[in-house]
């Protein structure tokens, strides 16, 4: 899971919430919105987890959405582990970051 953030045309800035399966290299959410807390995070989850299982360990950064106490109790009922990359170290997340860039070209 990342975000990709930028910047439209008049100055607003948005994100999209991405989530990459490392197995498929399939996305399977990618959700544009202004903001995203842990608890937006964790619907979108739900509703991936309705058309998709999840998997056993989900990689992540160490935003703020990612380490919130509402994404922690998701993992803990779903019993999906949170496995945050290192900081400053996105090579550790290199499927979804791949993604991003792609994604980032061709938006």
């Known amino acids: 899971m990342d975000f990709v953030s930028d910047v439209t045309e ?5 994100r999209v919430f ?3 399966d490392d ?5 399977v959410a990618l959700v544009a919105d202004t903001s995203f807390s842990g608890a937006r ?3 979108i989850l739900d509703e991936v987890a309705s058309l998709h299982p999840l998997p ?3 990689v ?4 703020p959405e990612f380490t919130s106490k509402v994404l922690d109790q998701l993992a803990y009922q779903r019993k999906v582990k949170l496995h945050f990359i ?3 170290k996105p090579v550790e997340n290199a499927y979804v970051e791949s993604f ?8």
């Open 56 to 58: 056993e360990m989900v």
């Open 86 to 88: 290192r900081p400053g």
């Open 10 to 14: 008049s100055g607003r800035r948005f």
């Open 23 to 27: 197995f498929s290299r399939r996305c």
């Open 60 to 63: 992540t950064d160490n935003g």
């Open 41 to 43: 995070v964790s619907r």
């Open 18 to 20: 991405a989530v990459v």
């Open 100 to 107: 991003n860039g792609k994604f980032r070209m061709t938006a």
